[in-house]
């Protein structure tokens, strides 16, 4: 009973716990990152792409509107 339970939390923490942790990251990280650090984010996107392809229809980020002073 523990193996099943050991690969539902396995799972769960692949498809849905660490895309979201990588979602607000990007989002906080995607115009200050260096050319190293980027290098790094795109691994990570690529190894959780299942994850963050199954959150896809729910998160929508937006660039951020500028902001102009008159």
Same mark, same amino acid.
């Given at each position: ?35 190293? #650090? ?30 102009? #002073?008159?």
């Amino acid at each position: 009973m523990i193996v099943p339970l050991l690969y539902l939390a396995l799972a769960g923490a692949y498809l849905l716990v660490v895309p979201v942790a990588l979602l607000f990251y990007l989002n906080l990280r995607w115009y200050t990152a260096s050319s190293v #650090e980027r290098t790094l984010m795109y691994f990570v996107v690529f190894l959780f792409f299942p994850g963050l392809l199954v959150l896809s229809p729910f998160i929508n980020l937006r660039p951020r509107p500028r902001k102009i #002073e008159v």
